[in-house]
């Protein structure tokens, strides 16, 4: 069960449009830093998948410190310029930890 406490892993999946994908990581990397200032950020690191796509994974404090993000700066600049960026639409999956093993190896 989620509770404002527990720590949030959230992986946003972003597909570049044709042509698209260095001006995509140009914003995206640019906005990085401003995020790492945000309160509850724990994890904030963007990835390219082997198929092109960028990749977010992200740890926060709790599902309020997610929710303050969402309504950031950092959000609300890039949110606007997305639009022609993307081929699709993204795919934000968020998740809390099933812990197991050792506790430094078994969660985000």
Do not use: R
């Not at 509770?3 to 042509?19: D, K, L, W």
């Not at 990085?32 to 990749?55: F, M, Q, R």
């Amino acid at each position: 069960m989620t509770t404002a406490s527990n720590p949030i892993v959230v992986v946003a999946v972003f597909t570049p449009a044709e042509g698209k994908k260095e001006e995509l990581t140009a914003l995206f990397t640019e906005a990085v830093a401003k995020v790492h200032t945000e309160p509850g950020c724990h994890l904030y690191s963007l990835h390219e998948s082997s198929d092109g796509n960028l990749i977010f994974i992200e740890k926060w404090e709790s599902a309020d410190a997610l929710q303050v993000h969402s309504t950031a700066p950092a959000l609300t600049e890039v949110g606007p310029k997305l639009g022609p960026l993307l081929g699709a639409a993204p795919q934000v999956t968020t998740m809390t930890a099933i812990p197991a093993g050792d506790a430094t190896k078994g969660a985000l």
